[in-house]
């Protein structure tokens, strides 16, 4: 079992940042790959970034450059930087952790909210 906790969600101008956190409940070195996705009203979740616990990292071509995801063992935390946010990154965002390489035992967070807006 894994509780995943994120914060730093809310409103943003386009063009402004904000990051995100999602503490977990355990090592995330023991978690094979940790990873964030989002939804859209109307639209099926979507990857936007992973972390293994090697700290490879992969991203979705939509926020390529704009986006890093980022962890820090010793607080089991994961971080996504968010920069030159654009109005069609308006989501709710969850965390992710999948236990194994098979992605049979995954975990999801409350989800935050992010709106780009003017």
């Known amino acids: 079992q894994v509780q995943l906790v994120e914060s730093g969600g809310g409103l943003v101008q386009p063009g402004g940042s904000l990051r995100l956190s999602c503490a977990t409940s355990r090592s995330i070195v023991s978690i094979y790959s940790m990873a964030w996705y989002r939804q859209a009203p109307g639209k099926q979740r979507e990857l936007v970034a992973t972390?293994?616990?090697?700290?490879?990292?992969n991203y979705a071509d939509s926020v390529k450059g704009r986006f890093t995801i980022s962890r820090v063992i010793s607080k089991n935390t994961v971080y996504l930087q968010m920069n030159n946010l654009k109005p069609e990154d308006t989501a709710i965002y969850y965390c992710?952790?999948?236990?194994?390489?098979?992605?049979?035992?995954?975990?999801w967070g409350q989800g935050t909210q992010v709106t780009v807006s003017s």
């Open positions: 972390i293994t616990n090697g700290g490879n990292t």
């Open positions: 992710n952790a999948a236990l194994t390489r098979s992605g049979i035992s995954q975990y």
